[in-house]
């Protein structure tokens, strides 16, 4: 495990989440860290190259944080950010194109096809991080969106409901539990 990349994935994306140009707030490296969380599961469950699904974790949303202009094409720019800092760490070329298509194909709804284990390790992981991120999803409703009461609840309801339909059916048999006790929260 490159433990060296992991650790610097790590401080510079929480670097990057903290400056003001930083559109999404710290409530992004919230989700960063659960997905991160998430995918190490996954890889455990789905017998993936842990080490590629959770550089590729850290990575996902790299461009987004960096520069909010690449938001609507993250996926491409984040798989190109994230060739260039792996190849300052001597990273595996061959790992390295795992880890950009992971990035590359890690939104739901984009509908690329996953090919390998680590790309749905890592598109899962980016989708269930929304059920540990309810207190931001609420901010998003109430704050951001400035809707009433019943407005917001049903916003975060229906974007919990499409993130868990996006899933793999094995991680949605994994994640069950965790569904229904944040739809029971929510209703």
Request: some cysteine; aromatic content about 10%; proline content about 2%.
């Amino acid at each position: 495990m490159r433990e060296d990349i992991l650790n610097y994935l790590c401080e510079e994306v929480e670097h990057r989440c903290k400056l003001p140009t930083n559109h999404f707030g710290m409530g992004c490296y919230y989700h960063i860290q659960a997905v991160v969380k998430n995918a190490e599961i996954l890889a455990d469950s789905y017998n993936a190259d842990k080490e590629v699904v959770l550089i590729a974790a850290w990575l996902h949303d790299i461009a987004s944080i960096t520069d909010y202009s690449f938001y609507e094409d993250h996926h491409i720019h984040g798989a190109e950010m994230a060739e260039d800092i792996l190849h300052k760490f001597n990273y595996s070329p061959d790992k390295i194109k795992l880890v950009q298509q992971c990035i590359r194909n890690h939104r739901g709804s984009i509908t690329n096809s996953r090919v390998t284990l680590e790309e749905l390790c890592v598109t899962d992981a980016d989708a269930i991080s929304h059920f540990d991120n309810v207190p931001s999803l609420l901010y998003l409703a109430y704050v951001n969106k400035k809707l009433d009461i019943n407005e917001g609840k049903e916003f975060v309801r229906n974007k919990l409901i499409r993130s868990y339909e996006k899933l793999s059916d094995k991680s949605k048999i994994l994640y069950k539990i965790k569904f229904d006790q944040v739809m029971n929260v929510l209703n």
